[in-house]
Structure formats: C-alpha cells, structure tokens
C-alpha cells in the first residue's frame, strides 16, 4: 500500500514537473517572440513580385506598404500585394499618373496627377477595393473636389493624406481637417485648425515663403496635429480619425527659430530650437535627459515599454550640425517610464531612413548596389560592387555586419517582420520580400558575403591571360585597382578590380575589370545582375538620356554609363559566368572602346567562370 501510494505520488509529481516544464518553454517562446535564435544576420527571400513597367520610366512616386499589403504606382497602374504571401491582390488603372498612393481602413488610397498643360493638379482623391481593384468612391474633379456621397467636405489636396488604420484624414478648404469613412468616402467630421492660416511676420519679408502654423502626420491610431506660429506656444494634439475629437493634448512651450513634427507607428517626435522630445502614442512623454534633448532625431516605434529612436549628435555636443562630419549617428532604446537608457549603438551608414519591424530594426546602408531617387543610375556602373544591404538589429541591440540583399535596389519599408525591397529589370519593377534570421558564420564565410567565402572572390588580374591580351593589343599592364580588397567592409585575399592599359596606346586601349559579387549560385547571380543594369531613362539627366542596354547573349549585358558632371558616356558590360558577376568599363564611348569592351565580356562570360581558367 506504501508503494502504491509512492507510486501515485511519485507520478503526481513528475505530471507537475512536465507541466510546469512546458508552461516555461511556452512562457519562454512568448517571451522571445521578438528576439530571433541568436544575432540577426541572414536575409532570406520570402517571395518576389515583378511589377509592369519600370520605375524610371514613370514618375518616382513611393509605394505604400502595411503589415498587410503593399501598394504599387507604377504611371497610370496601381498594383495591390498581399504581403504576406507575395499574391497580387488587385490592379487599378487610371487615365492619368499617380502622384500618392496610401492605405487606410483597408482601402487603398490615391491622388492622381492631372496634366493641365503648363501645370500640375492634384485636388481629387479615389479610394479603390483591394481585393478587386474597384473604386468604392472619389472627390470627383475641379477646384477641390466635392465628396460624391452626402457630406459637404471639400477636399484641397494641399497636404499629403494622413492614413492611421481607423481611416484617411484629408485637408480641406478652409484650412480644415476632414475625416473621411473609408470604405464610401463620406465626410466623418471636420475641424478647424487652431490657429490662422498663416504666421505674422516680426518683419517684412516678401521673397520669404509664408510661415504655416500647424503640421499634421499619422500614428497608426490617430492624427498629430502641431500647431504654434515662432514666439507662440506650440500645441500638440492627438485626433481621433473617426470622431474628430482630441484624444490628448500638450502644451510644449515657445519656440523661436526651428520647429518640426515627426511621427512613428506608435511614437511621436517633436525638434523644436534643437530640443528632441518623445512621446507615446497614449501621449506619454518619455523623460530625457539634459544632454539628450541637445540631440536630432526621430522616434522608431515603441514595444514592450521601451522607445527606439534613431539620433544624430553633433561632435561639440551641442545642437545637431548638418554636415556629415560633425554628425554621429546612433540607435537608442530607452525606457518609456523613466527615459533610462537601455542600450546605444552607433549606426553610422545607414541611409533611406530606419525602420521599426516585428522584432527587427533596420533600414538601408550606403553600398554600390543601394540606390535612392535620382541616384539609381549608379547602379549601372561597372566599378561598384555588391547588391544592396542593410543593417539588422534586434530589440535586444544585437547587430553586426551589413547583410547583402539579393539584388540592387532600394529599402521600400517593412511589413511586420519582412524587408521590402524595389529593383529594377528589362520588363519591370521587381519587389522583394526578405526575412531576417541567423546563420552559422565564420572567419571564411563572414556575413557581408552573404554566404561566399573569402577565398571564392578571384584575383582581378588573373581573369585575363596573357595570351588573351596579346590578342587584343600589345604591351598590356595589368594595375591591381586601390582598395579593391574590400567588398561591404570585408577584406579579400586578392584585389577584386583591375585596370588593363597599354603603354604607348590610345585611351579607348584602357579597360577595367571588376568582381561586382560572388553569389551563392548562377541563379542568384542572374538575379543580381540583372538588378544591376541602368534600365529606363537617366534621372539626373532629366530622364530621357538612356544606357541603350542590349543583351547579345543570356547574362551579358552591354550599354551607356554616363559619368561626372557633364555626364561623359562611357562604354560598360555586366556579365554573367555561373555565379560570378564581373564589370567591364572604359574610358569612352567610341567605336573602339565599345568593341573592347564587348570582346572582353564575352571572353570572361565564357572563360571566367567555374571550370574554367583564363
């Protein structure tokens, strides 16, 4: 009977034990659930989405990206991803090109760009079904255009469209705010602004643009309206999207000369005279210390009672300087309750903005493969080297090297926990959605390779022979490129470029030869190089001067770069050899150079790859 009641006791006891075993492993996990198993390092692709036409063939307007979904303009198309999966949604086509586009209440929103003649206009505003691409409602056309459902709002489009989930905020005429229904477009409310629509002058001042009194911007739940004109108290406020009404006010004090309002998901960021102060989306500030406040910033995001914010400190302490050399940049997470620091790291290339994910903090860094706005013809030089790439940090501040992207292109945002990326191809605008995670590292194979080994990377010089070089005039030298042995911070065992010049030769004799990347296989490799060609028009030539790419054979490609100031044409090729990438350019864009330059790509797309020798 004893050891009966052993027994049962015994069993009881170990019943407790796995219980409670699991309730901590199930404990755990909830509480790791942002913090992924070890430092983020590694991109994967998630999935990927060709969009039609080319973003540099149109007007550059941002797409709009949720947790949910990602809105494409692309001129006169609008396409609507689910991000979750990478399916396309819906397509919506208009008669002319979007100029914004915003999601809001589960509809997509856009302004389109009426082509006047002499002049732009951009005063009506539509609001489309995402799962079918139907219009559920527009503002019609004219001077402000009146809501098709009843209501009385005129819709001004003088300011972009506020989108916090609960629905669109609009300016309209009168210098008011008007919420708008998402899903028929009729008016909620309006509401005056606070204050006149323009700031008095101390002095006259005629070649001054007017001083406005108020900025708006959008938190996930409400619309931030700041309000002050200089010398006057600035008032911060906290709008309901759905009612109108004010959720949370503060009074923040006069200003003099700098005032601005920046917004987060869920946090808010107000510079005013050099002042950085922080506020949750509840409107709880966040205490800061002297020094903090002589900083610049903006707010990440808040989770878990901590805020991220991105801060730029001048060199003297001080109030913030511009200039990049008397800049240090840093992430900084602190508490919300009591504005103790938890952790600061420096992070000082990053660029195209900071952005706060499911668990991740990261944003794009200035590599040869990450382009922005009118710089995205650098890509088709055949010098750079490397994809895109972005920092990855966690909420814990663990971060490391840059992590390669897959292609060249640009930080779109992030949707939950996924980095969205645009690159650019022959038939369209590709997005691509990447998952952070961790991978095993070592010395050999460091993380800025994104899964090369150093000794993978070939000695720049050695992909010519000698005998090859004959071939092409006499007297070649080979000149090992400076700084060559450096790809995304990580040294190589061999220079990576090598500039090829005869002695007594004309300059089209002059050629270089570039490792743009080594990628994991052929495919990725096509896939980078691809991404890595100026297709479409030039922006910085005004967009019409094009790089007349052609594509004699799969994975070479031969076109126009333009260079410097006078935008000097240059002949260039990017070829592809299995899962090699290498760059071929000149110094001119003759006759000759570009026969050069063609013979040399085709030698190295047949002879540089594995397998073979030069």
């Given at each position: ?7 049962i ?18 404990i ?123 209501g ?6 003088g ?107 869920n ?70 309750d ?36 009118d ?11 490397g ?42 605008t ?29 000695h ?7 005998d ?8 070649y ?72 790419v052609t594509?004699p ?49 085709q ?12």
């Amino acid at each position: 009977m004893v050891r009966k009641r052993a027994r049962i006791v015994w069993s009881a006891g170990c019943g407790i034990v796995l219980t409670l075993g699991l309730l901590a492993l199930l404990i755990g996990d909830h509480g790791r659930k942002d913090k992924p198993p070890g430092r983020p390092n590694a991109l994967t692709v998630a999935w990927s989405f060709l969009a039609p036409g080319r973003a540099s063939d149109t007007v550059d307007v941002a797409p709009a990206v949720s947790d949910r979904m990602l809105a494409i303009p692309q001129g006169r198309t609008l396409s609507v991803v689910n991000t979750r999966n990478g399916h396309l949604l819906s397509t919506v086509r208009s008669s002319d090109e979007f100029q914004e586009v915003g999601l809001s209440g589960n509809v997509v929103l856009a302004v389109p760009r009426k082509d006047l003649g002499l002049q732009w206009r951009y005063d009506s505003l539509h609001g489309y079904d995402p799962a079918t691409g139907r219009e559920l409602w527009n503002t019609g056309d004219g001077d402000g255009g009146q809501i098709a459902q009843s209501g009385g709002g005129v819709f001004r489009g003088g300011m972009p469209v506020l989108a916090p989930d609960p629905g669109p905020v609009v300016e309209a005429a009168g210098d008011r705010l008007m919420g708008l229904a998402p899903r028929t477009g009729k008016e909620r409310w309006t509401k005056r602004m606070p204050v006149p629509a323009r700031c008095a002058r101390s002095e006259p001042d005629t070649s001054a643009s007017p001083v406005y009194p108020y900025e708006v911007a959008a938190t996930r739940k409400y619309v931030i309206l700041l309000s002050s004109c200089p010398g006057t108290a600035v008032e911060l406020d906290a709008v309901n999207p759905e009612s109108g009404d004010i959720v949370w006010h503060k009074r923040l004090g006069r200003w003099d000369a700098s005032l601005a309002l920046v917004a987060a998901r869920n946090a808010i960021g107000v510079r005013k005279d050099g002042e950085f102060r922080l506020f949750t989306e509840s409107g709880e500030e966040v205490p800061r210390r002297k020094g903090d406040r002589r900083s610049d910033g903006w707010p990440l995001g808040e989770a878990h009672g901590v805020m991220y914010l991105a801060e730029t400190h001048s060199s003297d302490g001080q109030q913030a300087d511009t200039s990049h050399a008397a800049q240090k940049d840093s992430v900084r997470a602190v508490r919300v309750d009591t504005g103790k620091p938890v952790w600061t790291r420096s992070a000082p290339s990053w660029f195209g903005g900071r952005e706060l994910g499911r668990g991740i903090i990261t944003g794009g860094v200035h590599t040869g493969g990450a382009y922005d706005g009118d710089t995205r013809w650098s890509v088709g030089d055949a010098r750079s080297q490397g994809p895109g790439a972005s920092n990855l940090m966690d909420f814990a501040g663990r971060t490391g090297s840059r992590v390669p992207w897959p292609v060249a292109g640009t930080f779109v945002g992030m949707s939950g926990e996924l980095l969205i990326i645009r690159s650019e191809e022959k038939n369209g605008t590709r997005y691509t959605a990447l998952r952070p995670g961790h991978r095993v590292t070592d010395e050999e194979s460091p993380v800025a390779l994104g899964g090369a080994k150093r000794k993978d990377w070939p000695h720049a010089c050695g992909l010519l022979s000698a005998d090859f070089l004959a071939e092409l005039a006499r007297g070649y030298v080979k000149v090992p490129v400076k700084g060559s042995r450096t790809v995304l911070g990580t040294q190589l065992p061999h220079p990576s470029g090598c500039r090829f010049a005869t002695a007594s030769g004309p300059d089209s004799d002059i050629f270089t030869v570039t490792v743009r990347w080594v990628a994991p296989d052929a495919k990725a490799a096509r896939t980078y190089a691809a991404s890595a060609v100026p297709w479409g028009g030039s922006p910085a030539s005004g967009g019409r001067i094009t790089a007349a790419v052609t594509e004699p054979q799969r994975g070479l490609y031969l076109y126009t770069y333009r260079t410097g100031l006078a935008q000097k044409p240059i002949a260039d090729a990017t070829v592809v050899s299995g899962r090699y990438v290498f760059g071929v350019g000149s110094v001119s864009d003759e006759a000759r150079a570009e026969r050069l330059v063609r013979r040399v790509a085709q030698h190295l797309s047949q002879h540089a790859g594995p397998g073979h020798t030069p």
